[in-house]
């Protein structure tokens, strides 16, 4: 079956750095994504990986192994406004996405 | 503002009643897509639209029904609610070519609660 694990919450202090792990079990594979959403909002798109390594965008980056069915966020220099659910998702063969359950990131002053 | 954008916001329905959420976006995507997203659990996919006049069937289809007949409409019916059908509904689009087939666009979402 196809599935995409990530842990349910973390918590973190504002201004460090925060890693959030997902590891992917999909038929095929064509790209690992991470949404961000806000309590009460839509997700909004992160970054998308294909190919292994790292992809940095500000102070967000993500990184992906293929053979090892694993990425990961990372956020530094972490803000309050950071708080909020990150989504990862794969896309399988079919180019549909199996989205993980979210991982809830609470930022403490 | 481009974008997509879902009605109504919330809802309370009594079960066994019909219901139409409604969902249009300007941005020209050529797809579609409407998710139930249900806590603890992921964003599951209930029908998806390629293009104009096409659908196809996701994860949950059942109990659902989409139709397609512009690009920018896609509107999902409820055709008899259950209290399982209890969920926040997003509504996505993207390009079908290119980069921006991998970006989706979500719509603020539409609370429904059956009673």
């Known amino acids: 079956g196809q599935n995409i694990d990530q842990p349910t919450e973390m918590t973190a202090t504002e201004g460090a750095i925060v890693q959030i792990n997902c590891t992917y079990q999909?038929?095929?594979?064509?790209?690992l994504f991470w949404y961000q959403q806000h309590a009460g909002e839509a997700p909004t798109f992160l970054s998308y990986?294909?190919l292994d390594g790292l992809e940095e965008k500000g102070r967000f980056s993500s990184f992906l192994s293929r053979s090892k069915g694993y990425s990961y966020l990372l956020l530094k220099e972490l803000q309050m406004k950071d708080s909020a659910s990150y989504l990862c998702?794969?896309?399988?063969?079919?180019?549909?996405?199996?989205w993980g359950a979210g991982t809830k990131l609470i930022i403490k002053p | 503002i481009a974008g997509i954008t879902q009605a109504p916001t919330s809802q309370i329905l009594a079960a066994g009643r019909r219901m139409t959420l409604r969902c249009t976006q300007d941005?020209?995507?050529?797809?579609m897509y409407w998710y139930r997203q249900d806590l603890g659990l992921g964003l599951r996919l209930i029908h998806y639209?390629?293009?104009?006049?096409?659908?196809g069937k996701g994860e949950v289809p059942d109990g659902y029904s989409v139709s397609r007949a512009n690009t920018d409409d896609f509107p999902l019916t409820l055709a008899s609610a259950v209290p399982s059908q209890t969920s926040v509904y997003f509504c996505?689009?993207?390009?079908?070519?290119?980069?921006?087939?991998?970006?989706?666009?979500f719509g603020a979402g539409s609370r429904l609660t059956v009673l």
């Open positions: 996505a689009s993207s390009d079908s070519t290119g980069v921006g087939a991998n970006v989706l666009t």
């Open positions: 941005m020209r995507h050529n797809a």
């Open positions: 639209s390629n293009t104009a006049g096409t659908t």
């Open positions: 999909t038929s095929g594979f064509n790209g």
């Open positions: 990986n294909v």
């Open positions: 998702a794969g896309k399988d063969s079919n180019y549909q996405l199996i």
